[in-house]
Nanobody, 113 residues
Framework: QVQLVESGGGLVQPGGSLRLSCAAT????????MAWYRQAPGKQRELVAV???????HYADSVKGRFTISRDNAKSTVPLQMNSLKPEDTGVYYC???????WGQGTQVTVSS
């Protein structure tokens, strides 16, 4: 089973930026689409963004124009650039290899003044 490790979370003020990264212990990026999900307190986990093996992307409406997902197949990482952050972006962000059982442990993002 592939292991995924997220990093880059933290506390940021509204309007600020953070860059998350997901690293895999195995080179899976040539085989799987990769996605970022998030879960706010008391809410269900929701899809934030996904990137296919070919580089096509899809975003939740709530983050379109503010977040950018990419992939570096050589480094086996999936960055998520988050700009113009809002308090409602607060939550635990998880990396997921689509169509597998692999999830990262999550990284906390808190947007607050």
């Amino acid at each position: 089973q592939v292991q995924l490790v997220e990093s880059g979370g933290g506390l940021v003020q509204p309007g600020g930026s953070l860059r998350l990264s997901c690293a895999a212990t195995e080179n899976i990026f040539s085989s799987y689409a990769m996605a970022w999900y998030r879960q706010a307190p008391g809410k269900q986990r929701e899809l934030v963004a996904v990137i296919t093996t070919g580089g096509s992307t899809h975003y939740a409406d709530s983050v379109k124009g503010r977040f950018t997902i990419s992939r570096d197949n050589a480094k086996s990482t999936v960055p998520l650039q988050m700009n113009s952050l809002k308090p409602e972006d607060t939550g635990v962000y998880y990396c997921h290899a689509v169509s597998t059982l692999s999830w990262g442990q999550g990284t906390q993002v808190t947007v607050s003044s």
